[in-house]
């Protein structure tokens, strides 16, 4: 999932296998976009996105996977790395969505509730793990956003960089699905608090959002995770390259 570049990484959330999105992560404000993700996804690529991003919802619901199957057809139908999350409670279904050539895995309750397991799976799988830290409030979410801890975030994303954990995706909740930009305050507090990448996801609609987080100078913020807006044509993959192409006389390094 390593680029030198910093990553657009457009969202593929399933739920009753179809490509839709939520508002607010609330499972009564969905969308239905596409009927069929595997198009969405090879647009994605088409477009240039630099990976994909597929969230299993139902899955994440239910606590356990749902669209393995369809997953799988995802990841066999594009040429880019694709990331995997939702409902993935069991090792079984880590490994399983890893021989089936997803390029990283994605813990999110499961990481809430045990960090022994994220030390130990952080080891073995190194960079083909990441952990999704959800937060509303500054205060981390869990089964699907449906319940809010105690925990804080930044405190929760200090624990896992030092469990070992190479990448840490960040959700503000609250502007998820709404497009007013991300929240660019707490995404530079975890980028200050860790070791570890980072990749940024939740309101990003514009140029200007992106800029804001490009500005915050963060070498560890990796990448952004853009949905809602792609979909309603509120901005192009194309556009938001203009953000993150090296400057002129200076291309990316090969390595």
């Known amino acids: 999932m ?3 570049l910093f990553q657009l990484i457009p969202a593929i959330d399933l739920k009753g296998g179809h490509c839709v999105r939520l508002r607010q992560g609330l499972a009564s404000e969905t969308t239905v976009y596409e009927e069929d993700p595997l198009r969405m996804a090879r647009r994605w690529e088409h477009e240039g996105a630099s990976a994909i991003h597929v969230v299993d919802l139902d899955g994440a619901f239910q606590g356990r996977p749902v669209h393995t199957a369809l997953i799988k057809r995802i990841v066999a139908a594009v ?8 409902g993935l409670r069991r090792d079984e279904d880590l490994r399983e969505l890893l021989d089936s050539g997803a390029a990283r895995v994605i813990l999110g309750t499961r990481a809430c509730a045990a960090m ?3 030390e130990r799976l952080a080891a073995s799988m190194e960079n083909r793990l990441a952990v999704a830290i959800d937060a509303r409030e500054g205060r981390v979410q869990a089964k699907g956003w449906t319940e809010t ?10 624990r896992l960089s030092k469990a070992g954990v190479r990448t840490l995706i960040y959700t503000d909740t609250a502007v998820d699905g709404m ?9 530079n507090a975890v980028c200050r608090a860790v070791s570890c990448d980072v990749i940024a996801s939740g309101g ?11 500005c915050l100078d963060k070498a560890n913020l990796v990448g952004a995770i853009i949905g ?6 509120r901005v192009t993959l194309s556009e938001l ?6 400057p002129r006389g200076k291309p990316a390094s090969k390595g």
Do not use: C, W
């Not at 040429?79 to 939702?86: A, R």
């Not at 801890?149 to 200090?158: P, Q």
């Not at 497009?179 to 995404?187: D, E, F, K, V």
């Open 228 to 233: 809602k807006a792609l979909y309603e044509g």
């Open 149 to 158: 801890t105690e925990l804080d975030a930044v405190t929760f994303a200090l």
């Open 116 to 118: 022994d397991e994220v």
């Open 179 to 187: 497009m007013t930009g991300p929240n660019t305050a707490a995404i």
């Open 79 to 86: 040429n880019i790395p694709v990331q995997v999350g939702g």
């Open 204 to 214: 990003i609609a514009s140029v200007e959002h992106l800029t804001a987080l490009r």
């Open 241 to 246: 390259k203009t953000v993150i192409a090296p």
């Open 2 to 4: 390593k680029s030198p």
